[in-house]
C-alpha cells in the first residue's frame, strides 16, 4: 500500500452497487481500495463473479465475515482502513414480508457495535453505511431525511435499526458517519431480474415483455451518480459527527414512462410490452420517491437524468 493513500475498506464487493463503488474509489489517486466479500472470489458465480472482474481489484481481495467478531477485530487490526464502506447485508426476499428478520438483526445490526469499536481503536476516520428508501412509510410525498420513520416490510425495519445503530455507535465511539438511503439504482451487472435490465435484454432479443399495469411511481438513479454520491459523502466526513443522505433521483417517474423509454431507445415495437400480463406484489407502495435536496445543498451533488442513465445502460449493453 502507498502510505500516502488513504485506504478505503468496501464490504459486499460482490454486490451489483458494492462492485461499483470499489470500481469507482480505485481510480481515484488519492485512495486506496481494499475489496471484501464473505467467500474467495474464485466461489462467486454468474452475475457475482462478472462483478468482481468488472471491480478489477481481485488480487486484493480479504475474505470477511461480519458476524465473526475476532476475525473482525484481527483483520481491523492488520489493515486499518482510514474509511470504511459498510454495504454489505442480509437482503435476501428483501421485497417480501417472508423476510428473515432474525437473519437481518445478526447480520445488519449486531455486528456494528465491535466494528465500531475496532475502527475507533484503530483510527479509522469514518463510515459511511448504506441505507435503504424502505426505511420510509408509504406516502405520495418525497421522503424527507427528517421524517418519521415507520417501515412497511421487516426489511426495511432491518434497514432502519441498522441505521439507528450506526448513528449511536458513531456517537459512542466519535466515528464520523454518513447513513446514504439509496432509492433505485439501475446500470451495468444489475440483477437480470430487476425491471430496468430485464426490459432491456428481453426488448433487445426482440421478446415479449408481460409487465404488471405499471402505474407504480419509482425513484430510479444511475450508478454512475450513485458512486458519485459516495465519493462527496467520504470528503463530507471531514465535516464530523453522523448525518443521513437521500441518493436518489428525487422524482417519482411512471414505471410505465420507463418501460416506454426503452422501447423508444431501444428501437423496439411497444406491442411486444404486455402491460397488465403480470399482478402487481401484495401491498406493493404505488408512489416512492425521496428529496434529493439536501445532497445537492450539503455535497454539492447533482444526479442525471432517468432517461440518461438508460442510454447509458443500454449503451453499455450493446
Not at 475507533?120 to 424502505?134: D, L, Q, Y
Not at 434497514?159 to 448513528?167: D, I
Not at 454539492?300 to 432517468?306: D, I, L
Request: neutral net charge; contains cysteine; hydrophobic residues 35%.
Amino acid at each position: 500500500m502507498n502510505p500516502a493513500k488513504q485506504k478505503i475498506l468496501v464490504t459486499g464487493v460482490s454486490s451489483f452497487v458494492g462492485c461499483h463503488l470499489a470500481r469507482g474509489f480505485s481510480q481515484k489517486s488519492e485512495w486506496e481500495v481494499l475489496p471484501t466479500g464473505s467467500k474467495n472470489p474464485e466461489d462467486y458465480k454468474k452475475q457475482s463473479a462478472r462483478r468482481i472482474k468488472f471491480g478489477g481489484l481481485k488480487n486484493d481481495w480479504s475474505v470477511l465475515n461480519l458476524k465473526d467478531e475476532p476475525s473482525i477485530k484481527q483483520f481491523i487490526r492488520k489493515s486499518q482502513p482510514d474509511i470504511w464502506i459498510h454495504h454489505a447485508g442480509y437482503a435476501t426476499s428483501y421485497a417480501s414480508l417472508d423476510y428473515d428478520t432474525r437473519e437481518g438483526l445478526e447480520t445488519n445490526v449486531a455486528p456494528l457495535k465491535y466494528i465500531f469499536k475496532n475502527l475507533s481503536e484503530n483510527g479509522c476516520r469514518g463510515v459511511v453505511v448504506t441505507g435503504s428508501s424502505m426505511e420510509y412509510p408509504a406516502t405520495n410525498k418525497p421522503c424527507l431525511e427528517s421524517d418519521a420513520c415507520l417501515p412497511d416490510t421487516p426489511y426495511g425495519q432491518s434497514k432502519l435499526n441498522e441505521t439507528l445503530a450506526s448513528l449511536e455507535m458513531s456517537d459512542q465511539f466519535g466515528i464520523p458517519t454518513r447513513i446514504a438511503r439509496l432509492f433505485i439504482p439501475f446500470g451495468p451487472l444489475d440483477d437480470p431480474n430487476k425491471l430496468i435490465y430485464y426490459v432491456i435484454n428481453c426488448l433487445q432479443n426482440g421478446d415479449s415483455v408481460d409487465l404488471s399495469p405499471c402505474k407504480q411511481k419509482r425513484d430510479f438513479i444511475y450508478i454512475d451518480d450513485v458512486v458519485e454520491a459516495y465519493c462527496l459523502l467520504i470528503k463530507d466526513l471531514d465535516r464530523g459527527g453522523s448525518d443521513i443522505f437521500n441518493i436518489c433521483g428525487g422524482q417519482a417517474t411512471s414505471i410505465k414512462d420507463v418501460v416506454n423509454w426503452i422501447a423508444e431507445k431501444v428501437g423496439a415495437s411497444k406491442r411486444l410490452l404486455n402491460f397488465g400480463a403480470r399482478t402487481m406484489r401484495a401491498g406493493e407502495q404505488m408512489i416512492s420517491y425521496g428529496s434529493n435536496d439536501k445532497a445537492r445543498e450539503v455535497l454539492g451533488w447533482k444526479p442525471s437524468e432517468v432517461q440518461e442513465g438508460i442510454s447509458k445502460l443500454i449503451k453499455h449493453q450493446n
